[in-house]
């Protein structure tokens, strides 16, 4: 489909060890988001890209996590050193940014589960 | 967040039954959206609403904004067990910037016995 795709749909890791979590937005969407939802709440921000570049990365818990964009398409979300507190689902969306509207479209997610 | 209150939590409704869900923003919404999610898939979106007092329907939901846009509504009519799943308002509370982050609600989860 058309649509936002997230791989892998789920991983499982260890405690300490390094992640990567990838998002393929829909084609032509300048803007690009990660979200965290863990379970019973609603998606907490993460990360917005503009482009290539990340507009807005307060939402990052610490210097553990890193997000890259670099062709200004695909989006990668690096966690380093995981902990159990990381596991969440992690939500990718994307959106044309037009100043119109504004709609996010969201990909099925990456459950993450650290061990 | 506790920028978005949504209520109730979780709604057990019979099938035929109307309901409605409220969001509600300790800030102004300068854009609100609606999404339906099902466990373990990401977010649909329903609908998005700007203006004070805006309304949308599609099929048999109807969404709303009020006057003061601090608080918006979601209404099913006659719900039908396709109608399940978590509902989350998610808002944009700073001046029209497009791009930017949306808070969520807590999320209502929403069961439809037939």
């Known amino acids: 489909g058309a649509g936002v795709s997230q791989t892998p749909s789920n991983k499982v890791t260890e405690k300490g060890k390094y992640v990567e979590l990838r998002c393929d937005p829909i084609?032509?969407?300048?803007?690009l988001y990660w979200y965290r939802q863990s379970l019973g709440q609603g998606p907490e921000f993460l990360i917005y890209?503009?482009?290539?570049?990340?507009?807005?990365d307060s939402g990052l818990p610490n210097d553990r996590f890193f997000a890259v964009r670099p062709e200004g398409s695909v989006s990668t979300l690096k966690i380093q050193r995981t902990e159990r507190g990381d596991s969440a689902v992690y939500l990718c969306?994307?959106?044309?940014?037009?100043?119109?509207?504004?709609?996010?479209?969201f990909g099925p997610g990456t459950r993450l589960t650290v061990l | 967040s506790q920028e978005l209150e949504q209520s109730p939590q979780s709604l057990i409704v019979q099938e035929g039954k109307n309901l409605t869900i409220n969001c509600t923003s300790s800030?102004?919404?300068?854009?609100l959206y609606w999404y339906k999610q099902k466990y373990g898939e990401g977010l649909i979106f329903l609908m998005m609403?700007?203006?004070?007092?805006e309304e949308k329907s599609h099929e048999k939901i109807t969404a709303k904004l009020d006057e003061k846009k601090q608080q918006s509504s979601l209404h099913i009519t006659a719900s039908q067990p396709s109608h399940a799943g978590i509902y989350l308002c998610?808002?944009?509370?700073?001046?029209?910037?497009?791009?930017?982050?949306?808070?969520f609600g807590g999320g209502t989860r929403l069961m439809v016995k037939p």
């Open positions: 800030k102004t919404l300068y854009g």
């Open positions: 969306a994307s959106s044309l940014n037009d100043r119109v509207t504004d709609t996010q479209y």
């Open positions: 609403l700007q203006k004070g007092g």
């Open positions: 998610g808002a944009d509370t700073v001046a029209y910037n497009a791009g930017n982050m949306l808070t």
């Open positions: 084609s032509g969407h300048t803007a």
């Open positions: 890209f503009q482009g290539t570049g990340a507009a807005d």
